[in-house]
């Protein structure tokens, strides 16, 4: 019998890559250039990117940065405004989802998104087809690792704590699970992530 009814994924960094920096450079930025202005909107020190994933629109954001880095404006506008650039597909770990599924797991998603970026990352992403249910932090304007988020998820679709493995990049957020009664495991590389799932396939 297997340990584990519901396998729960975050999404960046686990079922999608970024590639945020090679698209500052695409815009024109050299490399250096392209670190900081992205280093600022991800890694600014009062962490202004959740307002994006608690529901802020792209020109709410747009107009806040543009106003702590005007130097930066044409560049942020840009950035902001082709989310559909920033993304890079995982088929190997997609492909293991649908095992997943496969083998009799049911498959959630529980991530800190946008609304515009979510609704751009997710149309052709296969493993949308596979998932029996979700939860975004734009959706009720709650993220990780704050435990309203992870409760929503469970009282959305009856799932039992002691039945979820959640697959999560950052650690706050694997404690977070922790703290509301579910196993988590730190995802550190995609390799790392495919030998996880093999393990849950072979069961």
């Known amino acids: 019998m297997k340990k584990y009814r519901n396998i729960i994924f975050d999404i960046g960094n686990v079922l999608l890559d970024y590639r945020w920096k090679e698209m500052l450079m695409d815009f024109g930025l050299p490399e250096d250039e392209a670190f900081r202005v992205g280093s600022q909107m991800f890694g600014d020190t009062d962490n202004s990117w959740r307002a994006f994933d608690l529901g802020a629109t792209e020109e709410e954001m747009i107009d806040m940065y543009c106003k702590m880095y005007p130097a930066d404006t044409e560049a942020i506008q840009w ?28 498959i959630y998603l529980l991530s800190n998104y946008p609304k515009p970026l979510f609704e751009k990352h997710m149309e052709y992403a296969d493993f949308m087809k596979d998932i029996d249910g979700l939860m975004v932090s734009y959706m009720i304007r709650q993220g990780k690792p704050d435990r309203a988020i992870y409760e929503a998820l469970f009282e959305k679709y009856g799932l039992k704590p002691q039945e979820c493995l959640f697959f999560d990049d950052r650690l706050e957020n694997v404690e977070g699970a922790d703290r509301v009664g579910m196993d988590a495991v730190q995802v550190l590389s995609k390799e790392q992530l495919m030998q996880e799932l093999q393990k849950l396939i072979d069961a």
């Open 79 to 106: 950035f902001l405004h082709h989310g559909e650039y920033m993304h890079v597909a995982r088929p190997a770990v997609w492909k293991q989802v649908h095992e997943l599924k496969k083998c009799g797991y049911e």
